[in-house]
């Protein structure tokens, strides 16, 4: 192993230790970010379901932990890691990563906003970590009765949840992309408890089943979803118009809001069979009929 590698794995086992310390379950990852440590059943003819109760290590977020000793034993197994990784959902902390995708294309600090607006909530002062390709990373911590699932874009486009099951990159991990660092001011708060109101959109809202008519639509909510396609630019246009359609479907609004959602989708410039095919794609994707 190079000298670079060692000091990266070094450094990454000093900081999951210090994340331990503080509660925070972890597991050594690679540069590529996954679990370090491969399955022990990868080679098992016909594998059946193991969280772990094998024994053995390998078993991604299910092998998270804070004991100190089990932390040395995981990274003595992958010398090759050079970052760690925090569970999300394990107690004390119950913690929720809301992952900001900051790509040009993805709007997503500005979709932020647009859903504390009209949801009414704030974001409080909390850890924020910085990812190498200028994304950041926000932890909330979520009530022990609630299990927050994981998520992409479903919240709305470039904005990514992890909840249970999943798992977070920590701040002084180093990946092919670069170093994850904690933003300026924020590394001696602790994780803030996530708002309420975000705490309903991030759970899975009720699917209706063999229901023949739509509730009657909040105009309020329906004209916001319509008022996020308008305001799409150039590269958000199928995102937004997929997204808004996902959600108007969900709760039970999308016949209502179909010709408003193409209407707001051709104001953005979207060709009308573009703009059919997409909102065809969030009904099937839904489970509803086109």
Not at 98 to 123: K, N
Request: glycine share 10%; proline share 10%.
């Amino acid at each position: 192993m190079a000298t670079t590698d060692r000091q990266a794995t070094t450094l990454a086992l000093a900081h999951a230790l210090s994340a331990a310390e503080r509660g925070l379950a972890v597991i050594p990852l690679s540069r590529t970010k996954l679990p370090a440590l491969r399955s022990p059943h990868r080679d098992d003819p016909d594998p059946t379901p193991c969280h772990g109760e094998c024994g053995r290590l390998g078993h991604g977020v299910h092998d998270a932990t804070t004991d100190p000793a089990r932390v040395r034993e995981l990274f003595a197994a992958a010398p090759w890691a050079t970052g760690y990784g925090i569970a999300c959902g394990l107690p004390p902390h119950h913690l929720i990563g809301v992952d900001l995708d900051t790509t040009p294309d993805a709007g997503s600090s500005t979709a932020l906003r647009e859903l504390a607006l009209r949801h009414l909530f704030t974001i409080p002062p909390t850890v924020v970590v910085l990812t190498p390709s200028g994304g950041r990373h926000l932890w909330l911590t979520g009530p022990p009765d609630v299990v927050v699932p994981n998520s992409a874009g479903r919240l709305a486009p470039g904005i990514d949840i992890r909840g249970a099951g999943g798992y977070l990159v920590g701040p002084g991990s180093r990946t092919r992309h670069g170093a994850y660092t904690t933003a300026p001011g924020t590394a001696h708060l602790a994780p803030a408890p996530c708002p309420r109101a975000l705490l309903r959109l991030l759970l899975p809202a009720p699917r209706a089943h063999h229901r023949t008519t739509a509730p009657s639509p909040s105009a309020a909510h329906g004209q916001g979803l319509v008022q996020f396609v308008r305001s799409a630019h150039e590269g958000q246009r199928n995102t937004r118009l997929f997204w808004a359609a996902c959600r108007a479907y969900e709760e039970g609004l999308g016949p209502t809001l179909t010709d408003a959602l193409l209407t707001a989708a051709l104001h953005t410039g979207l060709t009308e069979p573009e703009a059919r095919a997409t909102l065809a794609s969030a009904a099937r994707m839904t489970g509803h009929r086109p």
